[in-house]
């Protein structure tokens, strides 16, 4: 069964950083691009970061472009997000999720998402 | 950018009744990489389908979906009680840039 475990949301306030992690299990991790999409509250769905199986390929959304960084650990099953210079208006629920198509770039669609961390940016 | 935009923004029906959700592009969307999402309160996306037509594993074959270019649409035959729930529509591959719509809520009448 894949499961996809998010953690490293909270409180932080504007300027300061947050890393989330999201922890991966039941599929071959390093054979898949994975996702960051985050959810303001009451609102839709914003995609935030994509990088492919072996992160060769990235890519942000130009919102987060040049404060946030993707990284993976292929031996630790394990994604990341490294938000620098947070805003307000980076509050929201952000979700890992796992890309669809094997072994290419990770501009596909994504079949199984976790349940969420709670990033909160507030002084 | 593309610019995905979904109507109705809300769609009132009752159980039994075919629902048709719409995506439109602001620009072609390459070889119909268009997907759609079901979500409901508390919990998270659910791939519904991809490739504009393509059901994703374990979804039943009420809910289609179909076009191509900059037009597509999202087509739930006979409403179930656990339909009722927001639908995105999401465009992928043909950049290095993916987008959501806006969403469209399906409740019941």
């Known amino acids: 069964e894949v499961q996809l475990v998010e953690s490293g949301g909270g409180l932080v306030q504007p300027g300061r950083s947050l890393r989330l992690s999201c922890a991966a299990s039941g599929f071959t991790f390093d054979d898949y691009a994975m996702h960051w999409v985050r959810q303001a509250p009451g609102k839709g769905l914003e995609w935030v970061s994509g990088?492919?199986?072996?992160?060769?390929?990235?890519g942000y959304a130009d919102s987060v472009k040049g404060r946030f960084t993707i990284s993976r650990d292929n031996a630790k099953n394990s994604l990341y997000l490294q938000m620098n210079s947070l805003r307000a208006e980076d509050t929201a629920l952000y979700y890992c999720?796992?890309?669809?198509?094997?072994?290419?770039?990770?501009?596909?669609?994504?079949?199984?998402w976790g349940q969420g961390t709670l990033v909160t940016v507030s002084s | 950018e593309i610019v995905l935009t979904q109507s109705p923004g809300t769609l009132s029906l009752s159980p039994g009744e075919r629902a048709t959700l719409s995506c439109r592009a602001s620009?072609?969307?390459?070889?119909?990489?268009l997907a759609w999402y079901q979500q409901k309160p508390g919990q998270a996306p659910r791939l519904l389908i991809y490739?504009?037509?393509s059901r994703a594993t374990g979804i039943p074959d009420r809910f289609s979906g179909s076009g191509s270019g900059t037009d597509f649409t999202l087509t739930i035959s006979r409403l179930e009680p656990e339909d009722f729930a927001v639908y995105y529509c999401q465009q992928y591959g043909s950049s290095s840039l993916i987008f959501f719509g806006g969403g469209t809520k399906v409740e019941i009448k």
């Open positions: 999720a796992k890309g669809r198509a094997i072994l290419t770039g990770y501009s596909h669609p994504f079949d199984y």
């Open positions: 990088i492919s199986w072996n992160s060769g390929s990235i």
């Open positions: 620009q072609s969307v390459s070889s119909s990489y």
């Open positions: 490739g504009a037509s």
